[in-house]
C-alpha cells in the first residue's frame, strides 16, 4: 500500500489548511486510515483517525473541535480538514494506513503498518 499526502504549507494563526492522503489500494474501505503529526525535536504523535468504512471518531485531545478527519473510500482518499490552527500545529504531518488495526490501539503509531511521506504544515503567529 502506497500513501501519497499533499496539502501542506504555510498559514497564518487561525487560518485553515485542508490535507489530503491518498491510497493505492483497491480495497481502501477495509483500511483504518488516520494522521500523526511530528513537530520539532518532539516524537511522533497521534491526530486523528478513522476505522475501517467510515467511522471517524478518533481525535487527539489538542485537535478536538478544531480539525476534522473524513474519507471517501470512492475516491481512496482521507482528509483532514484543519481549521483555527495555532502555531503549535507546525509540524509534519504523515497518514498512516493499516487493515488489522483494534481500537485499542489506534492511538499508537507502532500499531500501524503503512504510512505516507509526510508533509508540511506551518503556522505563523
Known amino acids: 500500500v502506497q500513501l501519497q499526502a499533499s496539502g501542506g504549507g504555510l498559514v497564518q494563526a487561525g487560518g485553515s489548511l485542508r490535507l489530503s492522503c491518498t491510497a493505492s489500494?483497491?480495497?481502501?474501505?477495509?483500511?483504518?486510515v488516520g494522521w500523526f503529526r511530528q513537530a520539532p525535536g518532539k516524537e511522533r504523535e497521534f491526530v486523528a483517525a478513522c476505522k475501517q468504512s467510515s467511522t471517524c471518531t478518533y481525535y487527539a485531545d489538542s485537535v478536538k473541535g478544531r480539525f476534522t478527519i473524513s474519507r471517501d473510500n470512492a475516491k481512496s482518499t482521507v482528509y483532514l480538514q484543519m481549521n483555527n490552527l495555532k502555531p503549535e500545529d507546525t509540524a509534519v504531518y504523515y497518514c498512516?494506513?493499516?487493515?488489522?488495526?483494534?481500537?485499542?490501539?489506534?492511538?499508537?503509531?507502532?500499531?500501524?503498518?503503512?504510512w505516507g511521506q509526510g508533509t508540511l504544515v506551518t503556522v505563523s503567529s
Open positions: 489500494v483497491r480495497t481502501f474501505s477495509r483500511y483504518s
Open positions: 498512516a494506513a493499516d487493515n488489522s488495526l483494534i481500537s485499542s490501539t489506534i492511538r499508537y503509531d507502532h500499531a500501524w503498518d503503512y
